[in-house]
Every structure is written in structure tokens, then in C-alpha cells.
């Protein structure tokens, strides 16, 4: 479904990716591990259109996607749940789930939109008893939620995950981990970053290692979580 091809990227002249290839299978949960400013984060910004200084190629259902706008890439099917969950803090729970469906919201999509709406309430119940709350005001696990959720919204086929267990107490990183493994099994493309290796990898199909932008190890996750590097360096020995 998704191919990037030897992507180079930078900041001004300093290069943050160095010719990362990957490839994410249809259906399956790729994740990508590694320490803070390995360039996991400018990868998937890369992808979702929001990183413009890059190089190589990157290939969604075998279209080149490396030069289109972040807009049109979302149309395409790809939805990216930021770092740091970046909600619209000052709107409502309800508000911000709409603006995931801002490029079809619109009166003959209406049936649609709520049928989609109460999709991602049933996946997260607590955003349904939060609807007309202040974004901002909600805790750090239920803003992560709603930034999934409102991915969601977009209708994505492939959605990219950056850092989705950042700040969060273990039980609602479990709670968030079974969510992607509900997405994945209904049919949903996961590309998943992260810096929680034992928690990617229990939820992934492959993986890749990722360091000072190249990378390192790839393979089945369940081989990585055996391999001694990775545990050494990710999974405390």
C-alpha cells in the first residue's frame, strides 16, 4: 500500500532522514521504534505532506505522493494522528470530531458523517459522554482519544501514528494499544511510531528500527522483540 524509496529529508542543510526505504503491506500494523530525534516524527511528516525539504520517493496504491499538498494526501486516504495530540483545545469534543470530516462535510454526506460519528463513539465511549466539553479540558488519555478520533473522521485507509502512548499512565496505553489493534482488524492500515518498543511491537506485524535517520534492523516484530540489540537498546535488556 505504501512505498518510500530511499527519502531523504532536511532541516535547512542538516539532514534529519538519510535514505530510509520501507514498505507498509495493506492490512498489517508496521511500527516504527526508536530514541527521541532518531527522525521517526519527519518521517510521517513526510508522508502526510506536512515536511516539504525531502528527497526520494514515496508511493501510496503506486501513486508518487512526495510532492503533493497535505490536503490532497488526506483525501487520498492517509490520516495522520499527531505528537502531542494537537486538538483544538478552546472547541468542543464534538466540534473537533466534525472538523475530521471537513473535506466531505457536507449536507448529502450528513448520513455519512454520523454513521462515522458514532463509530468512533463506540470505539471510545468516554468521548460520547463528553460531546459538548471543552477540548482543552479533557485528561491526557482522552485527548489522545479524540485524536484518534478525529482521524478517524477522514475516512483513511492508511493512518499514521505518531506517538500515541506519549504522557500517558500504563492502563490507558493499553486501552490505546487495543483501540489500533481494533482498527487494524477491521481492515485499517497502521503505520505506528513510536518510542514504547515492547508496546509497537506486541501490536505489529513488522518493524523497523530506526537511528540518527537510517535504518538499522527490520523484520517481523515478534523477531525484533527477541533480537539482543533491541532489547539492549529498547526494551531494557
Known amino acids: 500500500m505504501l512505498k518510500i524509496e530511499n527519502l531523504k ?7 534529519a532522514l538519510k535514505g530510509v526505504s520501507i514498505e507498509v503491506p495493506q492490512g498489517k500494523v508496521v511500527s516504527i521504534i526508536g530514541a527521541n530525534g532518531a527522525g521517526k516524527s519527519t518521517l510521517l511528516k513526510s508522508i502526510s ?9 514515496i ?14 494526501i488526506v483525501s487520498l486516504g492517509i490520516s495522520q494522528v499527531p505528537e ?39 470505539l471510545f465511549p468516554i468521548l460520547k459522554k463528553r460531546t459538548k466539553q471543552v477540548a482543552g479540558t479533557l485528561s491526557g488519555g482522552e485527548q489522545q482519544m479524540l485524536a484518534i478520533a478525529r482521524a478517524l ?17 500504563p492502563l490507558i496505553v493499553r486501552e490505546i494499544f487495543s483501540v489500533i489493534n481494533q482498527l487494524n482488524q477491521t481492515g485499517t492500515t497502521i503505520l505506528l511510531v513510536e ?9 505489529a506485524h513488522h518493524a523497523f ?29
Open 209 to 237: 528500527v530506526l537511528e540518527t535517520g537510517e535504518i538499522v534492523l527490520e523484520g517481523l516484530a515478534g523477531e525484533l522483540l527477541d533480537n539482543p540489540k533491541v532489547k539492549e537498546a529498547y526494551l531494557g535488556g
Open 59 to 72: 508511493l501510496y496504491k503506486d501513486q508518487d505522493i512526495s510532492a503533493l499538498p497535505a490536503n490532497k
Open 153 to 169: 473522521m477522514g475516512r483513511p485507509e492508511l493512518i499514521l501514528l505518531d506517538e500515541p502512548s506519549m504522557g500517558l499512565a
Open 49 to 57: 505532506g506536512l515536511m516539504k525539504s525531502k528527497e526520494g520517493g
Open 84 to 122: 502531542g495530540r494537537q486538538i483544538f483545545g478552546h472547541l468542543s469534543v464534538q466540534d473537533n470530531i466534525n472538523l475530521g470530516a471537513y473535506l466531505y462535510f457536507k449536507r448529502r454526506n450528513r448520513s455519512e458523517i454520523e454513521k462515522r460519528t458514532e463509530r468512533v463513539y463506540r
Open 9 to 15: 529529508a532536511f532541516y535547512d542543510s542538516i539532514p
Open 195 to 203: 518510542q514504547n518498543a515492547k508496546a509497537a511491537l506486541n501490536v
